[in-house]
């Protein structure tokens, strides 16, 4: 038997096949049924046109294609010799933003998805406005981005050499305040505890200890039985190297180096989606990945009671939220205002014929986006979005990592919960 779901709440939509067998399904095809053809759009234009055509891939996570394609432009600089040196204010400022879109983030995919979903599932209905939680939380934190990138969605400020912003003293105590702020909500409702004590937590024991809207998560999980459910591969990758985190693979919890020139995409059937794999094997990416490679004490622990659950999954990603915001708060108060910030000269001769790859780590994991230039136009422009990574469909010798997470199951609703616990961006993925 063959069930077809169309999934919405998420950035596009995407379809799932369900096939069941004995009662339990037993594989799931996840088709994405529009382009877009944004990788097509670039090609013949000016490398530097990617600034201002990349972040329109999406309005959610827009700004970190602008950082991976201005990582890809200055890779490219220097793979042909020229020297390409960002200044530790111009570093801090893209990171400060970058960490500020994966807040928002993080926040609006706890509350606009897994917390009403999570009720309405459960038959545990709340009074709560979710709703504007959610936006509270993500307009304090675009504020406290648009002081330096002038403006979000959208933003092109990143460019070749560093950033075109120049902030004063009282820009920087704008966005201290702002931070501030955000931790405040975020310590009183989302976590009902201090970001101290949450990211001291080491172990699973610690998690009676949180409160707030979080600790309605795990106790909903925790009394139904799901918190055990979704487990996939068990295998991570991160190759954004920005930010906090670390760069690797973990099969599960050994961690080794990696190399994008084993990124390999792969066509499948009845989807304009591409899946991807690393050296031919699937691999999770996002914040599990990320605390998983990072070695987070709780992450870890949780990871060796859960391994890669529902739970595990759903936790990282908002503690992760915590780790953001403490970072945050660290560059600005040591943001060097004397330098400068940007040091690329703009008359140097720019070359006509170059490659490039420029990494980050988006909210929904690593996100990498490669440029190839001749005769002083794009040739060929690729982009590979962590949605690649998650939702595959998988290959003749193993299922995508979403899909083999929903296998077994017996319940559609349980699986499409699981489904968008990997947080869905279909417009990214349709390039």
Same mark, same amino acid.
């Given at each position: 038997?063959?069930?077809?779901?169309?999934?919405?709440?998420?950035?596009?939509?995407?379809?799932?096949?369900?096939?069941?067998?004995?009662?339990?399904?037993?594989?799931?095809?996840?088709?994405?049924?529009?382009?877009?053809?944004?990788?097509?759009?670039?090609?013949?234009?000016?490398?530097?046109?990617?600034?201002?055509?990349?972040?329109?891939?999406?309005?959610?996570?827009n700004h970190a294609h602008l950082i991976a394609s201005v990582r890809?432009?200055?890779?490219?600089?220097?793979?042909?010799?020229?020297?390409?040196?960002?200044?530790?204010?111009?570093?801090?400022?893209?990171?400060?933003?970058?960490?500020?879109?994966?807040?928002?983030?993080?926040?609006?995919?706890?509350?606009?998805?897994?917390?009403?979903?999570?009720?309405?599932?459960?038959?545990?209905?709340?009074?709560?406005?979710?709703?504007?939680?959610?936006?509270?939380?993500?307009?304090?934190?675009?504020?406290?981005?648009?002081?330096?990138?002038?403006?979000?969605?959208?933003?092109?400020?990143?460019?070749?050499?560093?950033?075109?912003?120049?902030?004063?003293?009282?820009?920087?105590?704008?966005?201290?305040?702002?931070?501030?702020?955000?931790?405040?909500?975020?310590?009183?409702?989302?976590?009902?505890?201090?970001?101290?004590?949450?990211?001291?937590?080491?172990?699973?024991?610690?998690?009676?200890?949180? @409160?707030?809207?979080?600790?309605?998560?795990?106790?909903? /999980? %925790? *009394?139904?039985? +799901?918190? =055990?459910?979704?487990?996939?591969? $068990?295998?991570?990758?991160?190759?954004?190297?920005?930010?906090?985190?670390?760069?690797?693979?973990?099969?599960?919890?050994?961690?080794?180096?990696?190399?994008?020139?084993?990124?390999?995409?792969?066509?499948?059937?009845?989807?304009?989606?591409?899946?991807?794999?690393?050296?031919?094997?699937?691999?999770?990416?996002?914040?599990?990945?990320?605390?998983?490679?990072?070695?987070?004490?709780?992450?870890?622990?949780?990871?060796?009671?859960?391994?890669?659950?529902?739970?595990?999954?759903?936790?990282?990603?908002?503690?992760?939220? @915590?780790?953001?915001?403490?970072?945050?708060?660290?560059? /600005? %108060? *040591?943001?060097? +205002?004397? =330098?400068?910030?940007?040091?690329? $000269?703009?008359?140097?001769?720019?070359?006509?014929?170059?490659?490039?790859?420029?990494?980050?780590?988006?909210?929904?994991?690593?996100?990498?986006?490669?440029?190839?230039?001749?005769?002083?136009?794009?040739?060929?422009?690729?982009?590979?979005?962590?949605?690649?990574?998650?939702?595959?469909?998988?290959?003749?010798?193993?299922?995508?990592?979403?899909?083999?997470?929903?296998?077994?199951?017996?319940?559609?609703?349980?699986?499409?919960?699981?489904?968008?616990?990997?947080?869905?961006?279909?417009?990214?993925?349709?390039?």
């Amino acid at each position: 038997m063959i069930i077809k779901k169309l999934i919405e709440k998420v950035e596009g939509e995407a379809e799932l096949n369900f096939s069941f067998k004995d009662k339990k399904i037993d594989n799931v095809d996840i088709n994405f049924s529009f382009f877009r053809g944004v990788e097509n759009i670039l090609v013949g234009k000016a490398p530097q046109d990617a600034l201002v055509i990349t972040p329109r891939v999406c309005g959610i996570c827009n700004h970190a294609h602008l950082i991976a394609s201005v990582r890809a432009i200055e890779d490219g600089y220097r793979s042909v010799g020229l020297e390409v040196n960002l200044t530790k204010k111009a570093n801090d400022i893209r990171e400060f933003t970058l960490a500020c879109e994966l807040i928002q983030n993080h926040i609006k995919w706890l509350y606009l998805t897994i917390l009403p979903q999570l009720e309405k599932l459960l038959d545990h209905p709340s009074e709560e406005n979710y709703a504007l939680k959610a936006s509270y939380l993500s307009s304090i934190i675009t504020k406290a981005l648009a002081i330096f990138a002038g403006q979000w969605p959208h933003s092109s400020y990143a460019v070749v050499g560093g950033v075109t912003c120049d902030p004063t003293y009282v820009d920087v105590i704008q966005a201290e305040n702002l931070i501030d702020e955000s931790i405040k909500f975020f310590e009183q409702a989302v976590m009902g505890m201090k970001i101290e004590t949450l990211l001291s937590m080491d172990s699973v024991l610690d998690l009676p200890k949180i @409160g707030g809207d979080f600790s309605k998560v795990l106790y909903l /999980l %925790g *009394s139904s039985g +799901m918190a =055990e459910l979704g487990k996939s591969h $068990d295998r991570f990758i991160v190759f954004g190297e920005c930010l906090c985190f670390k760069i690797g693979k973990s099969i599960p919890t050994r961690v080794s180096t990696i190399d994008t020139r084993f990124v390999k995409e792969l066509n499948q059937k009845n989807s304009f989606a591409k899946g991807v794999t690393y050296k031919d094997r699937l691999f999770e990416v996002g914040p599990l990945a990320r605390g998983m490679i990072s070695k987070e004490p709780i992450i870890k622990s949780l990871h060796k009671r859960y391994k890669d659950s529902l739970l595990t999954r759903i936790f990282a990603r908002v503690y992760e939220v @915590g780790l953001l915001l403490d970072y945050s708060k660290k560059i /600005l %108060g *040591s943001l060097d +205002m004397s =330098e400068p910030s940007c040091t690329f $000269d703009a008359s140097t001769q720019q070359p006509m014929s170059f490659e490039g790859v420029g990494v980050v780590e988006a909210a929904r994991g690593s996100l990498i986006h490669k440029t190839t230039v001749k005769d002083g136009l794009v040739s060929n422009y690729e982009i590979i979005v962590p949605t690649q990574w998650n939702l595959s469909n998988g290959h003749k010798e193993e299922k995508g990592i979403a899909v083999k997470a929903m296998v077994g199951l017996t319940s559609i609703d349980e699986a499409s919960f699981v489904f968008k616990s990997f947080d869905v961006c279909s417009v990214c993925t349709t390039q």
